[in-house]
């Protein structure tokens, strides 16, 4: 299990698209994938999960990777949120 937190940049927060585009890319690894924000934690994996956690600019956000190839994913979405979502 590997842990990274980061700090969402997008002004809009993250809202459906983007949520959407993380949906679609942690549901290309096998891994377990989770965020977490304070207390909350959602499923990567699931749409209603992110929206439930009202993520918005300047959030600092954990996100945890369990599973055979917990890296890709932790660096490919490391990389989503870096670059805004195509924002």
Known sequence: ????????????????????????????FKSNIELEVGEKKASAKSILG??????????????????EDEQTAMNEIIEAFNNNFGE
């Open 1 to 28: 299990m590997i842990r990274q937190k980061v700090t969402l940049k997008n002004e809009t927060g993250l809202h459906a698209r983007p949520a959407s585009e993380l949906v679609k890319l942690s549901n290309k």
């Open 50 to 67: 992110i929206m439930s956690l009202g993520i918005k600019v300047n959030t600092e956000i954990e996100i945890i990777c369990d599973g």
